[in-house]
């Protein structure tokens, strides 16, 4: 948590004597870089002003992504490289994937102290993976710690799941690899910080790359986007005057 004043060119970025995280003000920061240089372009009233709660109008909203439209350039990927992407990846679509898993949830909910959570949620981590116990202390923890209902019920125990079954930001996670056991690193998703046990892996059925083609180029595009966005961010951040968060500044377009 930090006590610090935030501010992109002298706009805060909290309400005076608000606690906030280092990733809640890193993500309202990059906000607000973008919603200035929206104003910047032309394409956001001068009088437009963020609320000290990070939330932004309509209007900036839509100007931010007629900004990312004319400032990011994302080409298409090559056949070459969906091929490439195809073979180094190649659980990445299967169908059928199913994966038997237990977790730990440790919720961000409101007000929480969330690098405490993540020290409790880490020492948690480690003292699970090194336990030679058949999976009892596993069951036992999830009931002490887990913000899940199945926590209480079976042991942190979730079944077999499917990517459909999981927020997508937690099946990048765990599906796709050959791991079996306690993951080695903290699970992140919109519910809260992870600790995962993949009990068993159905790897399902490996498609031909002219059946997923499509699926490869939608991924190769999104990372891509998400690389152009970051060194842009980056740009907009050397350029700006950033006060009490951390980001990454670049001043010349050259960013690898």
């Not at 073979?87 to 405490?116: I, N």
Request: aromatic share 4%; proline share 5%.
């Amino acid at each position: 948590m930090t006590a610090t004043a935030a501010h992109v060119n002298g706009t805060p970025l909290h309400a005076p004597g608000e606690l906030l995280d280092q990733d809640t003000l890193r993500q309202r920061a990059c906000t607000e870089l973008l919603r200035q240089a929206a104003q910047c372009a032309g394409l956001l009233a001068p009088a437009d002003a963020p609320g000290l709660d990070g939330a932004t109008s309509a209007a900036a909203s839509d100007a931010i992504e007629r900004l990312l439209d004319q400032e990011l350039q994302v080409p298409d990927p090559s056949e070459d490289a969906c091929r490439r992407y195809h073979e180094a990846h190649p659980a990445a679509h299967a169908q059928g994937e199913r994966v038997q898993l237990r977790h730990v949830l440790f919720a961000v909910t409101p007000g929480v102290d969330v690098k405490q959570l993540r020290l409790r949620a880490e020492a948690l981590l480690l003292e699970l993976r090194c336990a030679q116990d058949g999976g009892q202390r596993f069951a036992e923890a999830a009931a002490q710690w887990s913000n899940c209902p199945s926590g209480q019920h079976s042991g942190g125990d979730l079944g077999w799941l499917t990517r459909a079954d999981c927020a997508p930001e937690f099946a990048r996670e765990v599906f796709g690899g050959q791991e079996i056991g306690v993951l080695s690193r903290l699970v992140h998703s919109r519910f809260g910080l992870h600790v995962v046990e993949v009990v068993a892996r159905d790897a399902g059925r490996q498609p031909a790359f002219e059946e997923v083609r499509e699926a490869v180029a939608l991924t190769l595009r999104q990372q891509a986007w998400v690389n152009a966005l970051r060194q842009y961010l980056q740009l907009l951040a050397g350029a700006a005057v950033v006060e009490g968060v951390a980001l990454d500044a670049a001043d010349t377009p050259l960013v690898q």
